[in-house]
């Protein structure tokens, strides 16, 4: 995963009520939730033990974070610099910069059916609302593949819990393509339905906590 790491490169550097102090270079990521930055004096100067940071991609977008200073020493007397090794705490907020970045997953759900009109699929052995064991694959705040034995159809709405959030909201999702899987198994492209921003905010949130934890390499 290099070429992430190498992509989130820079920084911004906030204090705790949100003023500007400057940019910085993201120099390493050593372990689970830390980062090492090249700070310049002028920021340096003016930085607390406990700030806010943001972590800028071009490709994958922008993540928020409270942090705290663990230890810094000078990096460069020439440049003015100082090397600061800091903790990601709580994160903040997520901003992404491609509209439908994706991200690989594999969830296992159980999806409920519905027509291409809306109505409920009806299981007439069980007398119930028809379900459907998938597995989860591309994810994006857009949409989901879902991977199934089990034969749906274009214009198809499926629905199912997102359990990844607090508290868990649902999801209903239109089945726009298909396509086959090499072990016979089918591949739905699903379209979400009248999410609400918020929902669609948690779902950013999770896509990034994905995409940065293997930045990590965790």
């Not at 820079?10 to 949100?18: G, L, S, V, W």
């Not at 992404?96 to 291409?116: C, G, H, M, P």
């Not at 409920?120 to 991977?147: F, M, N, W, Y």
Request: proline share 2%; hydrophobic share 40%; with cysteine.
């Amino acid at each position: 995963m290099r070429e992430i790491l190498d992509d989130y490169s820079k920084a911004q550097i906030y204090t705790i009520e949100k003023v500007f102090l400057g940019n910085a270079m993201i120099v390493g990521m050593p372990e689970r939730d830390m980062v090492v930055l090249m700070v310049e004096d002028s920021a340096f100067d003016r930085l607390y033990t406990s700030f806010i940071l943001t972590l800028c991609s071009d490709s994958y977008g922008l993540i928020t974070y409270n942090a705290r200073i663990i230890d810094f020493k000078r990096y460069s007397d020439a440049d003015k610099t100082y090397e600061v090794k800091c903790e990601l705490l709580d994160l903040i907020e997520v901003v992404q910069k491609r509209e439908n970045f994706k991200v690989k997953v594999s969830i296992d759900a159980i999806v409920v059916l519905y027509e291409t009109d809306g109505t409920p699929v009806i299981d007439t052995e069980k007398g119930a609302h028809a379900e459907c064991s998938v597995v989860l694959r591309d994810l994006s705040a857009s949409g989901v593949l879902v991977q199934t034995r089990k034969e749906l159809k274009i214009g198809q709405v499926i629905g199912f819990y997102f359990e990844y959030a607090d508290p868990p909201f649902p999801l209903y999702a239109e089945i726009i393509r298909e396509h086959a899987f090499e072990d016979g198994s089918k591949g739905y492209g699903c379209r979400f339905m009248g999410l609400k921003v918020s929902d669609e905010a948690s779902i950013r949130r999770y896509i990034f906590r994905i995409q940065f934890s293997k930045i990590r390499g965790l």
